[in-house]
């Protein structure tokens, strides 16, 4: 069922995401350990910090910092001048420390949207900085810990409880993957674990929504790690809550985790508030100030956003918004680079555009490879062999040529079929008129 089926207008969606991903940095958030952890040996990479043993102490990784900026501006939101690192704690087995060094008030960046394809903003609450914990490993009878993970920067964009379709919340996902990648600021490899999500779903009455009000509950589901599992998620989840609604309950506030089997979610623990967290601010890590020329400095360094792009790609080349779309959020930066070769190489950008989109299999292709796969190494014929071509035909059929400047449309046709036989076909009928026209008639 879709979500429309399940809340049968009686109920309206509301949902908020957190967008979890590590940063790619040299070294990790606090401490000097590499932050390349991808299939090494697990713990291999640690130190007294990311193992959070006590006296050790933490050094903020300024790239890190500089990262989440420059996603924070690319998103809209502002910078903080003024901003600090706080301790958030609980305790588990991937934290032994009791704590985890996030933020809390004073986030880096406040506030930011991203503008979603059918009109409207997703508007975004924060953006903070992190670090990771450890990764458990639970298997039959024992959990296992890799200290690896632990202390990889992690950033988390919060989004305000804004999205009422699941369409909008995968895009904006997607969106923020694109110009993450495009930034070059993290792989945000799902499969990999580097870019995960969190969705916050409620349910409310038409009446409510028309208020502008919200649930006085809301259910978080963790650990989501592809948008196809958050579309299943978030819909197994709506018929949990409209099932309770109409069993007279209302949903408790709590963390749930989705079973793909069984295409249910959990529950796993009741949510906690953020005085449970009891957040100060680390006393071993000084706040942060940022000034106006740092900002405006930073500023200068974006590259150009898949947003920007876009446009650029939509006003330059004349293809539609939704084919402009498709090349820049699926394709990425080195295939709009080809593109923009390839088009301003003579082909025609609609063809282009959608051959890439298409035919993954030429997006490896050399120029002239490319266009012999589209069937286009016509076009590779230079233009001086072309006129030549032509010319050789119009001297060998001397009674066409007579007829068709005595107005015969019979002798043109006729004589587009030779230019074509001697260009062995490289040429496009339409091309070859228009060159036998200027030929005779100028
Ligand atoms: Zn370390």
Known sequence: MTEKELLKDKYKLVL????????????????????????????????PTCLGLP??????NKEAIRKTQLLGLALNSQVNKNTWFDRKHYFYPDLPKGYQISQYKNPLCLGGYIELDLGGKAEIDHVH???????????????????NKSGIPLVEIVTKPIFTEIKDAVEFCKKIQTIVRYLGIGNVDMEKG??????NISLRTPQMEKDGKLADYKVEIKNI???????????????????????????????????????????????EEANDYRYFPDPDIPPMVFDDNYISELKGELPELPYQLKERIVNTYKIPSNVALRLVYSLGPEIIKK???????????????????????????SESDFKKFIGVDKEAISKEALEEAVKNVLENN??????????????????????????????DP???RELINKAIFG
């Open 194 to 199: 580097q870019m995960r999500l969190e969705a």
């Open 430 to 432: 339409p091309k070859a």
């Open 16 to 47: 908020g995401l957190e967008v979890h991903l590590h940063l790619s940095t040299k070294k990790k958030m606090f401490c000097s350990c590499p932050a390349e952890i991808w299939e090494k040996e697990p713990n291999s990479l640690t130190c």
């Open 398 to 427: 001397e009674r066409a040529v007579l007829d068709l400047k005595g107005g015969k449309e019979s002798a043109l046709m006729f004589l587009v079929g030779q230019v074509m036989k001697e260009t062995k076909g490289n040429i």
């Open 339 to 365: 593109f923009e070769v390839l088009v301003k190489s003579g082909l025609d950008a609609n063809r282009v555009a959608n051959t890439l989109i298409n035919k993954k299999e030429s997006h490896g292709l």
């Open 55 to 60: 006296g050790a102490l933490p050094v903020p």
């Open 129 to 147: 900085l992190e670090e990771d914990v450890a990764k458990s490993l639970h298997l039959k009878d024992k959990t296992l810990l890799d200290f």
């Open 225 to 271: 790690n592809s948008f196809k599992f958050m579309e299943k998620a978030v819909l197994a989840e709506i018929q949990r809550q409209v099932e309770l609604f109409e069993n007279g309950e209302t949903p408790m506030q709590e963390n749930r985790g989705y079973d793909e089997n069984s295409n249910v979610t959990v529950s796993q623990r009741s949510k």
